[in-house]
């Protein structure tokens, strides 16, 4: 049986009242179950924007976090829908926290702080590339594993694919580590040593490898260790 109301909330509000309306009139005054059900469109927009904000507690962050099936499985979104969310916090992001449009990386501090203020949120570890360009200018940051970070599980053809189809000839491994501490772990020197060996072999520099802690990273690199 369909969880929300024949009649749905959207179709009993006056049209000055409905997400649409307030979002176009005046953005700064909608409420997140109205921005959320403006995004998300439809009959039961209401209905579903509050469901989602009771399974993830009425935070954002927990919402952009969250895998897309996961958004997806609240009743009323699918894939399309989650993927479109996902892209709406992805751009409020952006927009709380600017960067310049291909920044120049120049010491590992430059590279942290283009992700340590999302990166460090994360519940879960997550690595991703620092894709760069000949002069040190970022062409991309691809993630590329979600879950535990290890050589055991990591394929380095994975990590340098990204570098190889971009013809960058220098990339840029950061990780976090959710529990706050950045301090590196055999397994993440083990990688890192793969990872400039298997660089190598292709032409592809292997910069740093940084791990994102609570308000501080560790920068292999600069402690000698994998390189």
Do not use: W
Not at 10 to 20: N, S
Not at 37 to 60: D, P
């Amino acid at each position: 049986m369909f969880p929300y109301p024949t009649i749905s909330k959207l179709k009993t509000l006056p049209l000055r009242e409905q997400p649409a309306y307030r979002v176009s009139a005046n953005v700064a005054a909608c409420s997140l179950s109205e921005l959320l059900a403006a995004v998300i469109g439809g009959t039961q927009q209401i209905e579903i924007a509050e469901a989602l904000l009771a399974r993830f507690g009425g935070e954002l962050t927990r919402i952009y976090h969250a895998p897309t099936q996961q958004i997806a499985s609240v009743h009323g979104l699918g894939e399309s829908t989650a993927t479109r969310l996902k892209a709406a916090l992805a751009l409020g992001l952006r927009l709380c926290d600017p960067v310049e449009e291909r920044p120049v990386i120049q010491s590992p501090k430059d590279a942290a702080e283009l992700v340590q203020h999302e990166m460090s949120l994360l519940e879960q570890e997550y690595l991703r590339v620092i894709v760069l360009n000949t002069r040190n200018h970022v062409l991309d940051i691809v993630e590329i594993y979600q879950g535990s970070v290890n050589s055991s599980q990591v394929r380095i053809a994975e990590i340098l694919k990204p570098a190889v189809e971009r013809m960058s000839p220098a990339i840029i491994i950061v990780h976090n580590h959710p529990s706050g501490d950045p301090a590196p772990s055999p397994a993440d020197i083990e990688l890192t040593r793969s990872m400039v060996e298997a660089g190598k072999l292709l032409d592809i520099e292997v910069l740093d490898h940084l791990i994102i802690g609570k308000g501080s990273y560790t920068s292999l690199k600069e402690k000698r260790l994998g390189f």
